[in-house]
T-cell receptor, first 111, second 114 residues
Framework: RKEVEQDPGPFNVPEGATVAFNCTYS??????FFWYRQDCRKEPKLLMS???SGNEDGRFTAQLNRASQYISLLIRDSKLSDSATYLC????????????FGAGTRLAVHP | DADVTQTPRNRITKTGKRIMLECSQT?????MYWYRQDPGLGLRLIYY???????NKGEISDGYSVSRQAQAKFSLSLESAIPNQTALYFC?????????????FGPGTRLTVL
């Protein structure tokens, strides 16, 4: 079983749609959680951290459920520019900033 | 702008050749990392370094070696390249003095081993 699992997609949605991505992780001692965005053939970039209480950044909302070891990302009012691969990332315990990356969920927003 | 750069950006080589991938950063970060990315597998950590005198193996270090020549430079070597090392390679940095919450990635090196 992979340490971080995501639905690979692709999710094909029209502009203006709301779309949600899910991610599960296997190590219950994991400490920190993130969503990174990766455009085609480009480097990953941090989209947002995920906090236990849930957090929002504009059209993006991240949720964490530690009991179920589950992370989600909700994108409201999708834009064409949101088309990318979204990587679920978990930091292993131990203080060495070792990040475990999911394989990513691909989103395609069409007009 | 402070940045993470990688050279070369693309490289095609043959089985058995020695290859070096270079990474430089102007961010002043102390920690540096090498990852490879393969379709369907996500990024996997090859090596990481927390300062010039600290080198650690990641999940998939076999067939690779690294050198941290200075705080700003971290190079990855493939001593004898093989076809299953064909992948997209990323260097990343982070700053332990600022909570270490984000890793900043270079643009990647696409390596093909024939």
């Amino acid at each position: 079983r992979k340490e971080v699992e995501q639905d690979p997609g692709p999710f094909n949605v029209p502009e203006g749609a709301t779309v949600a991505f899910n991610c599960t992780y296997s190590n219950s001692a994991s400490q920190s959680f993130f969503w990174y965005r990766q455009d085609c053939r480009k480097e990953p970039k941090l989209l947002m951290s995920v906090y236990s209480s849930g957090n929002e950044d504009g059209r993006f909302t991240a949720q964490l459920n530690r009991a179920s070891q589950y992370i989600s990302l909700l994108i409201r009012d999708s834009k064409l520019s949101d088309s990318a691969t979204y990587l679920c990332v978990v930091r292993r315990p131990g203080g060495y900033n070792k990040l475990i990356f999911g394989a990513g969920t691909r989103l395609a927003v069409h007009p | 702008d402070a940045d993470v750069t990688q050279t070369p950006r693309n490289r095609i080589t043959k089985t058995g050749k020695r290859i070096m991938l270079e990474c430089s950063q102007t961010k002043g970060h102390d920690r540096m990392y090498w990852y490879r990315q393969d379709p369907g597998l996500g990024l996997r950590l090859i090596y990481y370094s927390f300062d010039v005198k600290d080198i650690n193996k990641g999940e998939i270090s076999d067939g690779y070696s690294v050198s941290r020549q200075a705080q700003a430079k971290f190079s990855l070597s493939l001593e004898s390249a093989i076809p299953n090392q064909t992948a997209l390679y990323f260097c990343a940095t982070s700053d332990s003095h600022r909570g270490d919450n984000e890793q900043f990635f270079g643009p990647g090196t696409r390596l093909t081993v024939l």
